[in-house]
């Protein structure tokens, strides 16, 4: 089965073509710098870069690809959740082309689509030498953590295409928590891969946070505190931020704090749940202390770990084509042809 797989929910314009479960191609046109201007994404702004850049990326992936529109089996795009006008443009362009082509239209959800993305691998692992692939094979029920900039979630998934979200942030998600600590230290955003780099060489205990709702008999997460906290800090030494080693040692300590409660919350419920697997995707699992902290925590535990890998953490239309094949090869009802967006559409 050929797919072209649409993704325009927030600031990522992607196009994928998969074929039975390999991805062909994934062409990706992040506006991160664009946005970085404003210190966070502008739907209006997204908008028109999704306009502008959506069919020629679309031709990128036809031509990597080696493959024409008329050979499609089937297209799909992100139906929610996302930015309404953002979802717009991948979603109904796919809908058009489908209608065009006389082929089935899949409307997915963005964050069950995170659930299977650590199950595509290249490299060692892909069945075709250089090709991403789905390798199903080796599903295992787990728990997923999804951490993003908008979202953080604990999934229990049971068996493929069937889920239960466990948890969720009650305010701000983990990325969020970077980006504004990190735009308080007065670091560029997306201050997540800034702060990523600095806590590199500096020192995890030099600055003590708190570790929000950890000890709470839940899988939410709560990430404001942690930010306000962090604010009050540079508000009662403001001279730390002029030397370069107190800024390090700080970007170390608050990464601890969320990598603590990320790490402990997820192994926590994977316990309870009685998986032994867990997963993890989102842009935030870029995170060199989050991956190498998880395999640490899944490896004392007897934990099996797979983490999307980096280029499939941030959103991508690879792992959209991926489930649509799913969804298609399972028979999961079609959205209608009048089916609209669904900017707010909870993973539940
Ligand atoms: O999944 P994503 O690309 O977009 C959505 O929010 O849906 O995630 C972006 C988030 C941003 O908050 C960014 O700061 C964070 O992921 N991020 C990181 C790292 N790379 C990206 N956070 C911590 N460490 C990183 N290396
Ligand atoms: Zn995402």
């Given at each position: 089965m050929l797919l072209l797989a649409l993704e325009t929910s927030c600031d990522e314009t992607s196009a994928a073509v998969v074929r039975d479960g390999k991805v062909l191609s994934n062409i990706v046109s992040s506006q991160i710098k664009l946005h970085a201007e404003y210190g966070g994404v502008v739907p209006e702004l997204a908008a028109r870069e999704h306009l502008k850049n959506l069919l020629p990326v679309a031709q990128a992936a036809f031509s990597e690809a080696g493959i024409?529109?008329?050979?499609?089996d089937a297209v799909a795009a992100t139906?929610?959740?996302?930015?309404g006008i953002a979802l717009l443009i991948g979603f109904k362009a796919a809908q058009s082309a489908a209608f065009a082509l006389n082929r089935p239209f899949i409307g997915i959800n963005h964050h069950e689509a995170h659930l299977y993305s650590p199950w595509i691998a290249s490299g060692r692992d892909a069945s075709v030498a250089g090709l991403p692939s789905a390798d199903f094979s080796a599903f295992q029920p787990n728990v997923s953590l999804i951490v993003s900039g908008g979202h953080t979630m604990l999934v229990l998934?049971?068996?493929?295409?069937k889920h239960r979200v466990l948890g969720g942030t009650i305010d701000d998600a983990a990325g969020e928590c970077f980006d504004k600590t990190g735009k308080l230290m007065g670091?560029?955003?997306?201050a997540g891969p800034v702060i990523d780099r600095l806590a590199e060489q500096g020192n995890p205990k030099a600055y003590d946070f708190p570790r929000p709702l950890l000890h709470d008999a839940n899988d939410d997460f709560s990430f404001s505190g942690l930010k306000t906290s962090v604010r009050y800090f540079i508000r009662d030494h403001p001279a730390l931020l002029d030397d370069p080693q107190k800024n390090r040692d700080l970007c170390a300590s608050v990464q601890a704090a969320i990598v603590e409660v990320l790490v402990k919350k997820t192994i926590r419920a994977a316990k309870r749940e009685g998986v032994r697997c867990i997963t993890a995707s989102g842009?935030?699992?870029?995170n060199r202390t989050l991956r190498n902290e998880l395999a640490l925590a899944c490896k004392k535990n007897g934990f099996t770990l797979r983490l999307a890998e980096k280029s499939l953490c941030t959103d991508n239309a690879a792992m959209i084509g991926i489930l649509a094949e799913r969804k298609l090869l399972a028979h999961a009802p079609l959205p209608a042809l009048d089916a609209e967006i669904k900017p707010g559409w909870a993973l539940v």
């Open positions: 024409s529109a008329p050979q499609l139906q929610g959740p996302g930015l998934v049971e068996s493929e295409l670091l560029a955003y997306p842009g935030v699992t870029c």
